[in-house]
């Protein structure tokens, strides 16, 4: 998680990441990113998913990850 905070945030659209371990649950994980817009997000899970990244990160994983992208008020 360590890499995550310090990679994503130099990838285009991406401006900060703030990784949360839950408080009883030492395998379980939450990540706010914040993007510029969702079309830059989309098009950095796009790159990982065809250069192979994406897969190797949900081998990992005992469930497949939730994501959604969230407006500010």
């Known amino acids: 998680m360590q ?3 310090a990679d994503l945030p130099k990838v285009k659209g ?3 990441v703030l ?4 408080g009883s649950a030492e395998t379980q ?7 510029q817009d969702a079309a830059l997000h989309s098009a950095h899970l796009e790159r990982m998913v065809s250069s192979g990244a994406w897969a190797k ?3 990992l ?3 497949p ?3 959604d992208f969230y407006v500010p008020l």
Do not use: F, I, N
């Open 65 to 67: 990850p939730c994501s």
């Open 3 to 5: 890499s995550v905070k």
């Open 14 to 16: 991406c401006d900060s």
């Open 61 to 63: 994983l005992s469930a």
């Open 29 to 35: 994980y939450t990540l706010v990113e914040e993007w």
């Open 19 to 22: 990784v949360l371990r839950h």
């Open 57 to 59: 990160l949900e081998a």
